[in-house]
């Protein structure tokens, strides 16, 4: 088989990954070359948070403990205030992808280094993706500026995650590396992170909901994540990703749960026009139907599989379909507007695919 013709960026970012690699923060920080750090996370991970300051000691600005899902416009404002007034040249953001991405729209305004230390398997980390919500719409762009620096993966931290987020978490990062399979500027390299990112993920789900601290799930997870998470930032995304944009943004859904419910109906409509993404995605989960392998992951852990449950009102399935069709991804099957709005309608039933 001869090799497509392709483009390959690599991105300037360095990971410290393996368990207690927090021990390196400081040494990460000064490789920065900053001194003075703000540490963000949400108000739920405040201790975590205070931790990483105590740890910094005399070189920890203060911890904004603000960051909430989806970036509001607001928060990202308060946030840059809070930085330069405490006179940070970097920030540390501890936590998921709406830490992450508060960080992240620090940086695109300011340029302030970002060194983000996942505890969840979002994978936002890897990329220079951020998303802001002004007005109740998500806008999304793509700006090296906002990617971390440094990333730090210390599967320890992600051992209290409960075994819910987790499983959204982890069929969320699965999401990243699906979509990136048939992207249009896919290549090589990303589609062997990504099945093996989508392997490492299918052995970890149900090892962690087995046993939630199981060490080496928890690592395998992570590893997932950041290959994953490297897709994600390398490559283009589709139609699964625009409907999950819209859902989240529009709708106020949760950011992982969103992703978890709506992959196996985007993998099911996009099924015939990308059908070696889909073999590489079934044999990664140890299936022979992509699509009805991540639904049976998440069902089987646990996970919600209907939009209904996790608050979208069927009376808005029009709109978010209206909203779907607008500014589109580039996807290997047209945008049809009776398809999305029956994918919807699927996955707002929690029907398998």
């Not at 620090?106 to 970002?114: K, Q, R």
């Not at 490559?235 to 969103?258: D, P, Q």
């Not at 996009?270 to 639904?295: F, T, W």
């Not at 909203?323 to 699927?346: C, G, M, S, T």
Request: some cysteine.
């Amino acid at each position: 088989m001869s090799v497509p013709s392709f483009v390959y960026n690599s991105v300037p970012q360095r990971v410290v990954f393996g368990a207690g690699s927090l021990q390196h923060l400081a040494r990460e920080i000064d490789a920065l070359g900053a001194k003075r750090a703000l540490v963000l996370s949400t108000p739920e991970q405040r201790p975590q948070a205070e931790r990483i300051a105590d740890m910094l000691g005399a070189h920890a600005a203060g911890v904004f403990d603000r960051a909430v899902m989806h970036v509001p416009i607001e928060t990202a404002r308060e946030a840059r205030e809070v930085a330069q007034r405490m006179g940070a040249d970097c920030a540390v953001a501890i936590g998921g992808g709406s830490t992450t991405g508060l960080g992240k729209a620090i940086a695109l305004d300011s340029g302030l280094p970002i060194l983000a230390i996942p505890t969840t398997y979002a994978g936002s980390e890897m990329t220079p993706i951020y998303g802001i919500t002004e007005a109740g719409m998500k806008k999304t762009g793509k700006d090296i500026r906002v990617l971390p620096r440094t990333v730090i993966y210390d599967p320890e931290l992600s051992a209290s995650l409960p075994v819910g987020m987790s499983v959204t978490s982890g069929i969320n990062a699965i999401a990243h590396a699906a979509e990136g399979l048939y992207a249009t500027d896919a290549n090589p390299i990303m589609d062997l992170m990504a099945q093996e990112g989508i392997a490492a993920l299918g052995r970890a789900l149900p090892a962690i909901r087995a046993s939630a601290k199981d060490p080496g799930a928890r690592s395998d997870a992570l590893y997932g994540a950041w290959l994953c998470g490297t897709v994600l930032g390398n490559v283009g995304m589709a139609l699964h990703h625009k409907l999950c944009h819209t859902l989240g943004g529009s709708f106020n859904l949760a950011h992982a749960e969103t992703h978890t419910i709506v992959l196996p109906h985007a993998l099911a409509y996009n099924a015939a026009a990308a059908p070696e993404a889909m073999a590489r995605i079934a044999k990664a989960l140890g299936g022979s139907n992509a699509a009805q392998a991540v639904y049976d992951l998440a069902r089987d852990n646990g996970a919600p599989v209907a939009l209904r449950d996790i608050g979208m009102k069927e009376a808005d399935l029009d709109l978010a379909c209206a909203h779907a069709l607008k500014n589109q991804y580039p996807n290997p099957r047209p945008l049809e507007r009776d398809a999305i709005r029956a994918l919807l309608q699927n996955a707002w039933e929690g029907v398998r695919p």
